[in-house]
């Protein structure tokens, strides 16, 4: 089982990789309206992967798997994680691959990533009554009022998401449909993972740094390290694929590089290494925060539990959104250098 994880992981990196998802420059590109890549790939593998993965389970092959929507966690938790998406410039996820490919700002995040995962682990407790009320699991399949109402607003639903990012490369003026095959490949690669007899579970990569911190800072006698604890193996052992997809094709394509400025910081914060390394590390630190806040990240809130049509990752989708826009505004609005 541990080796059909660490393919499935490896897939999902060179899937990102292949499209350049994982880049600084084009997460960043985003969060300063100038790439749509991310955006353009996601709309594409959550309105595909919403009929693949229903089809899917009205065949029996496989079953839901909803977040609840606890409403402040996901509200505060979303614009808390895009935040830290726009410091960072990296995903939970990205950034195991990023990391493979030789981005020192990635490990230093990765790093930040964990003490944001130990420092949720210590205040949980403390702040629970804010991650309040839950709603439960609300999806489409919940509310729907039978399921050929269901069947035509989950069309519905694809049809939009697929629609606005065909949308958004007209407006791109690009030609390179390489986040076209990407957002194809990241809806089949969930739609594998969530199979019964394959992993029976949804894809994601935020718990793995809470995970990570507790076991080797030793912190494994709380309620919440044992609600982690199988989730966090398999999530570390999938990002570990991800990492080696990172490393080996890049090495193979001959593109692996030690980098920690990349050209769109360059060309709004300068040279100065000390200033990326720092908002590297508030970066990763305040993105895993907000992550586990809401429960999930871009992998397990936006696409698997977009894939679902759950209530909770849609609203997290949106202020996660909106939290990387205007923190993307705010931190990259000062005069830029030249290159």
């Known amino acids: 089982m541990m080796l059909v994880i660490l393919v499935l992981g490896f897939i999902f990196g060179a899937i990102l990789q292949y499209a350049k998802l994982n880049r600084y420059d084009v997460i960043s590109g985003l969060a300063i309206l100038e790439d749509f890549s991310v955006a353009k790939a996601i709309a594409v593998a959550v309105g595909f992967g919403a009929l693949l993965i229903n089809i899917e389970i009205s065949l029996g092959l496989a079953a839901y798997h909803v977040k609840p929507f606890l409403v402040g966690g996901v509200i505060l938790g979303g614009l808390i994680f895009g935040a830290g ?17 030789g981005s020192l700002d990635a490990w230093v995040g990765m790093v930040g990533g964990l003490f944001g995962g130990w420092f949720f682990t210590v205040t949980l407790p403390g702040i ?22 269901f069947i035509l607003l989950m069309v519905v639903f694809a049809a939009i998401l697929v629609g606005l990012s065909f949308w958004l490369h007209k407006k791109e003026q690009k030609s390179d449909l390489k986040w076209l095959y990407a957002g194809v490949g990241l809806a089949i690669i969930n739609a594998l993972v969530f199979l019964s007899f394959v992993a029976n579970r949804p894809i994601g990569a935020s718990t793995t740094y809470p995970y990570l911190a507790d076991v080797v800072l030793g912190l494994k006698n709380n309620a919440y390290f044992e609600k982690i604890r199988q989730p966090g193996q398999w999530e570390l052992i999938f990002l570990g694929g991800a990492f080696l997809a990172g490393l080996i094709i890049s090495l193979i394509k001959k593109e692996f590089k030690l980098v920690l400025q990349h050209a769109l910081w360059k060309r709004f914060k300068g040279d100065a290494p000390q200033m990326r390394i720092i908002w590297s590390f508030l970066g990763g630190f305040i993105l895993i925060y907000g992550a586990r806040m809401a429960g999930g990240c871009t992998s397990g809130h936006i696409l698997s539990g977009g894939m679902q049509i759950a209530v909770s990752s849609l609203v997290f989708g949106a202020f996660a959104l909106l939290g990387l826009l205007l923190t993307g505004r705010w931190f990259y609005a000062k005069k830029e250098h030249s290159v």
């Open 85 to 101: 998406m726009a410091l960072l410039g990296y995903c939970p996820g990205t950034l195991a691959v990023s990391m493979g490919e």
């Open 128 to 149: 629970k009554w804010i991650l309040g009320p839950n709603l439960g699991k609300i999806a489409l399949h919940t509310i729907a009022t039978s399921s050929v109402v």
